[in-house]
């Protein structure tokens, strides 16, 4: 594991780098550390880090394209025939709230939505 020990974000967490990938805080490097034992032992399977999820597509309003919104969550993985995603949060923001919901609105009949 890499720490950044000066470089802080808003939120005070660490920066840290496992297997090449940049994770925003110590706790969402864990969490990718204990998913991909699991992974490993066979209790969970396509294991993906930041999965993009459509919310709204782009569209044309008076002339001038809007750009389509996105929601990024942290994991995703499947348990059985369980797709779950998973977001590791510390404070979650009023951006984080509005896109979680919108995000459950839409895919809630596909995902199973965890937060750790």
Same mark, same amino acid.
């Given at each position: 594991? !890499? ?6 974000? /808003?939120?005070?967490?660490? *920066? ?6 940049? #994770?925003? %805080? *110590? ?7 204990? +998913?991909? +034992?699991?992974? /490993?032992?066979?209790?969970? *399977? ?5 999965? /993009? #999820? +459509?919310?709204?597509?782009? =569209?044309? =309003? ?12 942290? =994991? ?5 025939? !369980? ?17 979680? /919901? +919108?995000?459950?609105? *839409? ?5 199973? #939505?965890?937060? %750790?």
């Amino acid at each position: 594991m !890499n720490y950044y020990p000066r470089q802080r974000n /808003k939120y005070w967490n660490q *920066k840290t780098i496992i297997d090449g990938y940049k #994770f925003d %805080s *110590k706790k969402e490097a864990t969490r990718y550390s204990e +998913l991909k +034992l699991l992974q /490993k032992s066979w209790h969970i *399977k396509n294991l993906r880090l930041q999965p /993009k #999820f +459509l919310i709204q597509n782009r =569209f044309i =309003f008076e002339k001038k394209v809007e750009r389509e919104i996105n929601y990024i969550a942290d =994991f995703y993985y499947e348990i059985d025939e !369980n797709k779950i995603v998973e977001d590791v949060k510390w404070k979650k923001t009023d951006v984080y709230k509005l896109k979680r /919901k +919108l995000f459950l609105k *839409k895919y809630w009949e596909t995902y199973q #939505f965890v937060e %750790s």
